[in-house]
């Protein structure tokens, strides 16, 4: 008898089975937990208005979370992310000195995310340079052009209708950025998930010489990617500069390992090929949640840091323990 | 399946007086779920060579990894100059001087060639740092005792894949080796370096050093082997000296029933031509290469390793750029810039090199198969699930493919097949001319066959086909013509009044 591909299933584990033993069902887990912990340990977390409140700890990072997943998952990186911000909230308060208006200053944040990532898309893309090493160039290079036009001065007076972007509430506790985080979600989980262009990436970050070789255009896809990936560092950096109503020249600093903490977290290997945007989501909250949670009971910046790194690695290591404490 | 299996079995005779250095006896392997090797006995004799022959999945890799310390037999025992012994771990085993050279050895570019060759046991001197001197004077003796000339202060980067084989020799050798196990080692080399590798084989039989010789090639087989082990399904089906035996007779033991090695017949019947290609030149790989291709024709690209033929093949396929030349696809002149411009013009190409090329080993099989025709299962740039498993089913079922599902990752088929993967993959773009570069390297017997089957159902469909081969048989039994090229150049095209195996390799080797 022979075995024809007919008698091939398409799948031998249900989708759902699949995700009942994924990455992100653990991350979930870890999310309920801190949850409940955050519950247990401060009276004020099970409010309304605090939860609402603690969004604000992740939508911004998150935005450009999303847009870097996909660019880990195709195997290369930007640092620089941080320093568009930088850069781009800059440039919207050199116009707020020159009397421009609320919509100008969103095109300006935009165009600005938008060149940046151009640039270090044509670098990595053209040039054939180390996306590594082109973005740790430009984090100085953005940054440091930020201060040269501030110095130690700040960028204030925007506008009260720009400050909605930051402080704006859609409905009761719902605040603007959030619901902005969930669209942005919401998109990159179809871009990724639902479409040629995701499949594609997925295809470069496992193995980019097959995917050339499989009629690929593997440079212009990484190209768009770089590009996503500034223009989502803009929309940060509208939605920061709104917030903190102000721009100095060391806003967002630290936030590229912030991003990239919250994209592996969610289970993004870091080489490139795998991870969901689901995951990103949940490691989102778990990042928002910790350090909220941490900020309630008055403990120090320094000190969230470390339970951030620590999380990091022990939700990374747990698995891999787990598996070879089973092997034995 | 059912024919009498009894016949093929011979019996198992005393193949030598001499004593074994090395020995199995009724070695059993198993996995989860398999019997790998079921009661495996073998001997390896001092100056003869030992070929393994079986299909792919037969049980050959799992006896190299028992006999190199990789797997630990669940049953029976390892005999070293007929004491029992155990190779708990590789090291062991190369104490033991048992070595093995890979198919595909790791060796590592950026270091020297002594540094290669010695690397985790390097001669060592004073403070217990390495010694240069003794290591690059050692590595000379061992290169000029198996011919190769290279310098072992070079680095490895700066050699040709042949001399970068002898390199995997000599290491192989580094460790005062008894017993030699050679993997495939003529899967990548030309025919003037196999004949290279045979001399080395003889060399190495003349030092008393036991050899055990794995191929899919028979000639080859017939040429060194001195004894022959034959494998099926995880057990020895035959065993003795090559001299008794004629191919037919270890195809037979092989596959079970009789498989023939004769290529299919088929009805040549050329269409219009679909490709003319015209001075296609670059700088430093390819000169000059002029031809036309017409609908339902075969045409065999024949040379050495390094004549430039993958190189010109990825050039009209868009990966190799920088090119002068002209293309015509039905007599339209055409630009390729990309593997995209080539896939959008008809043009598709199966890769020699699977794992890196060919396929993403990582992605399921459907989502490879499907990776070229993303526009054909989706909407308005949107996945279409039940299209593309209807795709990926639609092309598989023509080749025969076998797997747990389409969801399997594809790393984890066996090479033919990955190799069924990889051509579906490019049928389902509807091509118009398909490049197969080394079809079947690295494919057992009985998926050849399917193989070559399938290229000449697709010819006869009307389908242009360009094959390169540095198999003969194959060269000859497919192509309908053959162009010869050599260093770049095209040396001649032959046709079937003046296909001669000896043409061909007067032409290629430039004699």
Same mark, same amino acid.
């Given at each position: 008898?022979?075995?024809?591909?007919?008698?091939?299933?398409?799948?031998?584990?249900?989708?759902?089975?699949?995700?009942?033993?994924?990455?992100?069902?653990?991350?979930?887990?870890?999310?309920?937990?801190?949850?409940? &912990?955050?519950?247990?340990?401060?009276?004020?977390?099970?409010?309304?208005?605090?939860?609402?409140?603690?969004?604000?700890?992740?939508?911004?990072?998150?935005?450009?979370?999303?847009?870097?997943?996909?660019?880990?998952?195709?195997?290369?990186?930007?640092?620089?992310?941080?320093?568009?911000?930088?850069?781009?909230?800059?440039?919207?308060?050199?116009?707020?000195?020159?009397?421009?208006?609320?919509?100008?200053?969103?095109?300006?944040?935009?165009?600005?995310?938008?060149?940046?990532?151009?640039?270090?898309?044509?670098?990595?893309?053209?040039?054939?340079?180390?996306?590594?090493?082109?973005?740790?160039?430009?984090?100085?290079?953005?940054?440091?052009?930020?201060?040269?036009?501030?110095?130690?001065? &700040?960028?204030?007076?925007?506008?009260?209708?720009?400050?909605?972007?930051?402080?704006?509430?859609?409905?009761?506790?719902?605040?603007?950025?959030?619901?902005?985080?969930?669209?942005?979600?919401?998109?990159?989980?179809?871009?990724?998930?639902?479409?040629?262009?995701?499949?594609?990436?997925?295809?470069?970050?496992?193995?980019?010489?097959?995917?050339?070789?499989?009629?690929?255009?593997?440079?212009?896809?990484?190209?768009?990617?770089?590009?996503?990936?500034?223009?989502?560092?803009?929309?940060?950096?509208?939605?920061?500069?709104?917030?903190?109503?102000?721009?100095?020249?060391?806003?967002?600093?630290?936030?590229?390992?912030?991003?990239?903490?919250?994209?592996?977290?969610?289970?993004?290997?870091?080489?490139?090929?795998?991870?969901?945007?689901?995951?990103?989501?949940?490691?989102?909250?778990?990042?928002?949640?910790?350090?909220?949670?941490?900020?309630?009971?008055?403990?120090?910046?320094?000190?969230?840091?470390?339970?951030?790194?620590?999380?990091?690695?022990?939700?990374?290591?747990?698995?891999?323990?787990?598996?070879?404490?089973?092997?034995? | 399946?059912?024919?009498?299996?009894?016949?093929?079995?011979?019996?198992?005779?005393?193949?030598?007086?001499?004593?074994?250095?090395?020995?199995?006896?009724?070695?059993?392997?198993?996995?989860?779920?398999?019997?790998?090797?079921?009661?495996?006995?073998?001997?390896?004799?001092?100056?003869?060579?030992?070929?393994?022959?079986?299909?792919?999945?037969?049980?050959?890799?799992?006896?190299?990894?028992?006999?190199?310390?990789?797997?630990?037999?669940?049953?029976?025992?390892?005999?070293?100059?007929?004491?029992?012994?155990?190779?708990?771990?590789?090291?062991?085993?190369?104490?033991?001087?048992?070595?093995?050279?890979?198919?595909?050895?790791?060796?590592?570019?950026?270091?020297?060639?002594?540094?290669?060759?010695?690397?985790?046991?390097?001669?060592?001197?004073?403070?217990?740092?390495?010694?240069?001197?003794?290591?690059?004077?050692?590595?000379?003796?061992?290169?000029?005792?198996?011919?190769?000339?290279?310098?072992?202060?070079?680095?490895?980067?700066?050699?040709?894949?042949?001399?970068?084989?002898?390199?995997?020799?000599?290491?192989?050798?580094?460790?005062?080796?008894?017993?030699?196990?050679?993997?495939?080692?003529?899967?990548?080399?030309?025919?003037?370096?196999?004949?290279?590798?045979?001399?080395?084989?003889?060399?190495?039989?003349?030092?008393?050093?036991?050899?055990?010789?794995?191929?899919?090639?028979?000639?080859?087989?017939?040429?060194?082997?001195?004894?022959?082990?034959?494998?099926?399904?995880?057990?020895?089906?035959?065993?003795?000296?090559?001299?008794?035996?004629?191919?037919?007779?270890?195809?037979?033991?092989?596959?079970?029933?009789?498989?023939?090695?004769?290529?299919?017949?088929?009805?040549?019947?050329?269409?219009?031509?679909?490709?003319?290609?015209?001075?296609?030149?670059?700088?430093?790989?390819?000169?000059?290469?002029?031809?036309?291709?017409?609908?339902?024709?075969?045409?065999?690209?024949?040379?050495?390793?390094?004549?430039?033929?993958?190189?010109?093949?990825?050039?009209?396929?868009?990966?190799?750029?920088?090119?002068?030349?002209?293309?015509?696809?039905?007599?339209?002149?055409?630009?390729?810039?990309?593997?995209?411009?080539?896939?959008?013009?008809?043009?598709?190409?199966?890769?020699?090199?699977?794992?890196?090329?060919?396929?993403?080993?990582?992605?399921?099989?459907?989502?490879?198969?499907?990776?070229?025709?993303?526009?054909?299962?989706?909407?308005?740039?949107?996945?279409?699930?039940?299209?593309?498993?209807?795709?990926?089913?639609?092309?598989?079922?023509?080749?025969?493919?076998?797997?747990?599902?389409?969801?399997?990752?594809?790393?984890?088929?066996?090479?033919?097949?990955?190799?069924?993967?990889?051509?579906?993959?490019?049928?389902?773009?509807?091509?118009?001319?398909?490049?197969?570069?080394?079809?079947?390297?690295?494919?057992?017997?009985?998926?050849?066959?399917?193989?070559?089957?399938?290229?000449?159902?697709?010819?006869?469909?009307?389908?242009?086909?360009?094959?390169?081969?540095?198999?003969?048989?194959?060269?000859?039994?497919?192509?309908?013509?053959?162009?010869?090229?050599?260093?770049?150049?095209?040396?001649?095209?032959?046709?079937?009044?003046?296909?001669?195996?000896?043409?061909?390799?007067?032409?290629?080797?430039?004699?």
């Amino acid at each position: 008898m022979t075995i024809s591909s007919r008698t091939i299933p398409d799948r031998l584990r249900s989708p759902l089975e699949q995700r009942l033993k994924s990455w992100e069902a653990l991350l979930l887990l870890v999310a309920i937990c801190i949850f409940a &912990a955050n519950s247990f340990a401060s009276p004020y977390f099970l409010n309304a208005w605090n939860l609402s409140d603690a969004t604000f700890n992740f939508t911004e990072k998150a935005m450009i979370a999303f847009a870097m997943a996909l660019l880990i998952i195709s195997g290369e990186i930007d640092l620089s992310v941080a320093s568009i911000i930088a850069l781009s909230s800059t440039a919207m308060g050199a116009a707020v000195q020159m009397g421009m208006g609320t919509p100008i200053l969103v095109l300006i944040g935009l165009g600005v995310g938008l060149l940046c990532g151009s640039f270090n898309g044509l670098l990595v893309t053209r040039m054939g340079l180390p996306s590594i090493v082109v973005t740790i160039g430009t984090m100085s290079l953005f940054r440091g052009i930020s201060f040269i036009v501030l110095g130690d001065q &700040a960028y204030r007076g925007y506008p009260s209708d720009f400050s909605w972007f930051g402080q704006g509430y859609v409905w009761w506790v719902i605040s603007f950025e959030f619901v902005l985080f969930m669209v942005i979600a919401a998109i990159y989980f179809v871009l990724l998930h639902k479409t040629n262009f995701g499949r594609a990436v997925y295809a470069i970050g496992n193995n980019p010489t097959g995917a050339l070789f499989s009629g690929i255009r593997v440079q212009r896809i990484k190209f768009i990617l770089f590009i996503l990936t500034g223009l989502m560092s803009g929309i940060a950096a509208i939605c920061l500069t709104a917030r903190l109503g102000s721009t100095r020249p060391s806003i967002a600093t630290g936030w590229e390992l912030e991003v990239v903490t919250m994209v592996v977290l969610g289970g993004i290997s870091i080489l490139g090929g795998s991870g969901t945007i689901v995951g990103v989501i949940i490691a989102a909250f778990v990042m928002g949640l910790v350090t909220f949670g941490l900020g309630l009971l008055n403990v120090p910046g320094i000190v969230m840091s470390i339970v951030i790194g620590a999380l990091l690695i022990g939700v990374i290591a747990l698995p891999r323990l787990w598996s070879v404490w089973r092997a034995r | 399946m059912m024919q009498k299996q009894a016949d093929a079995i011979l019996p198992l005779k005393e193949i030598s007086k001499s004593p074994a250095v090395l020995e199995l006896k009724a070695v059993t392997k198993v996995f989860p779920g398999v019997k790998a090797l079921s009661e495996v006995s073998l001997k390896l004799i001092p100056g003869e060579v030992t070929a393994l022959v079986g299909e792919n999945g037969a049980g050959k890799s799992t006896v190299v990894k028992i006999l190199t310390g990789i797997y630990q037999p669940d049953d029976g025992i390892i005999l070293v100059d007929g004491q029992p012994t155990i190779f708990p771990v590789p090291q062991a085993a190369s104490q033991s001087g048992v070595t093995a050279i890979h198919q595909e050895t790791v060796l590592f570019d950026e270091l020297s060639v002594a540094e290669n060759i010695f690397l985790g046991h390097a001669p060592r001197g004073r403070f217990g740092l390495i010694d240069l001197k003794i290591m690059n004077k050692k590595s000379c003796d061992i290169l000029h005792s198996i011919g190769a000339r290279i310098d072992p202060e070079q680095k490895l980067k700066d050699l040709g894949i042949a001399n970068k084989h002898l390199v995997a020799i000599a290491r192989a050798l580094s460790t005062d080796a008894r017993v030699v196990i050679m993997d495939e080692p003529t899967a990548s080399l030309s025919h003037k370096e196999i004949e290279e590798l045979y001399e080395l084989v003889e060399s190495l039989k003349s030092q008393g050093k036991a050899i055990l010789f794995i191929s899919h090639k028979f000639d080859e087989i017939f040429r060194i082997a001195d004894n022959y082990t034959v494998f099926r399904d995880g057990q020895i089906i035959g065993d003795g000296a090559i001299s008794d035996v004629t191919d037919a007779d270890l195809v037979k033991m092989m596959v079970g029933r009789d498989v023939s090695q004769i290529f299919p017949k088929r009805k040549t019947s050329l269409g219009k031509v679909i490709l003319q290609v015209k001075s296609y030149t670059h700088p430093t790989e390819f000169e000059d290469i002029s031809f036309t291709l017409r609908k339902g024709e075969i045409l065999g690209f024949y040379g050495l390793v390094g004549a430039g033929r993958s190189e010109f093949m990825q050039a009209l396929f868009g990966i190799t750029l920088n090119t002068f030349g002209t293309i015509k696809i039905e007599d339209k002149p055409v630009q390729i810039k990309s593997p995209a411009d080539a896939v959008e013009n008809g043009i598709v190409y199966v890769p020699e090199d699977r794992g890196r090329q060919g396929a993403i080993l990582d992605l399921p099989i459907f989502q490879n198969i499907t990776l070229p025709s993303l526009g054909k299962i989706s909407g308005n740039g949107f996945l279409k699930l039940a299209k593309e498993f209807k795709l990926a089913r639609d092309y598989t079922e023509r080749l025969e493919l076998r797997a747990a599902s389409f969801d399997t990752h594809v790393g984890n088929l066996s090479g033919g097949n990955q190799q069924k993967v990889v051509i579906a993959k490019w049928l389902a773009t509807q091509p118009k001319i398909i490049i197969l570069d080394e079809p079947t390297k690295g494919v057992d017997i009985g998926s050849k066959a399917a193989v070559h089957e399938f290229m000449a159902e697709l010819a006869e469909q009307g389908l242009a086909i360009i094959m390169v081969s540095s198999e003969i048989p194959e060269v000859l039994g497919m192509s309908d013509r053959v162009i010869v090229m050599r260093e770049g150049r095209m040396v001649t095209e032959l046709n079937e009044n003046n296909l001669q195996p000896e043409t061909l390799v007067r032409h290629a080797a430039g004699i």
